[in-house]
């Protein structure tokens, strides 16, 4: 097998985007721990919620929203049903379980989404202009969407 090494381009883009996915998670954790005692998945997954009707959602359709395995939803949602902020509720004659956002946690992410907003535009959109945030986001779905249909290829495909 021949390696197909990265060529100069490559290699200081990989560095860099290495860098930033290293980097980002843990300074948002920080700041959202420190300031709101959660942490940013947790955030993520209080905010999802939120922004449904009725605040809820079938696990494993807020599995996908949150980019996460439902394994890992089902513990931070377990975690977040202890501090009173979600709980899970089976409905009749349906498959699956919802995890619903309680007036607690509606209300954790109301008084944690400013200084979360405040970090994200610090660490991420400060600095750049209107075009290059118009790049970032446009890469990001592009990378996001080929990196979703690598994971759910069969070995056949």
Do not use: C, I
Not at 79 to 87: H, I, T
Not at 122 to 135: A, I, M, R, Y
């Amino acid at each position: 097998m021949v390696t197909n090494w990265l060529n100069p381009v490559e290699q200081r883009a990989w560095r860099a985007l290495v860098a930033l996915m290293t980097r980002l998670p843990s300074a948002l954790d920080t700041h959202l721990q420190r300031e709101s005692g959660v942490t940013h998945f947790e955030y993520w997954v209080l905010t999802l919620l939120s922004e449904e009707p009725g605040h809820r959602l079938q696990m494993s359709e807020l599995a996908s929203k949150a980019n996460s395995s439902l394994s890992r939803l089902s513990h931070v949602v377990s975690k977040l049903e202890r501090l009173g902020w979600a709980e899970r509720s089976a409905q009749a004659g349906r498959r699956g379980v919802q995890a619903v956002l309680t007036d607690a946690g509606y209300q954790k992410v109301v008084t944690a989404a400013p200084g979360y907003l405040d970090a994200v535009r610090h660490l991420v959109f400060d600095g750049l202009d209107d075009d290059e945030k118009t790049q970032l986001a446009e890469l990001s779905e592009v990378l996001s969407k080929r990196l979703g249909d690598a994971l759910t290829q069969t070995p056949d495909d």
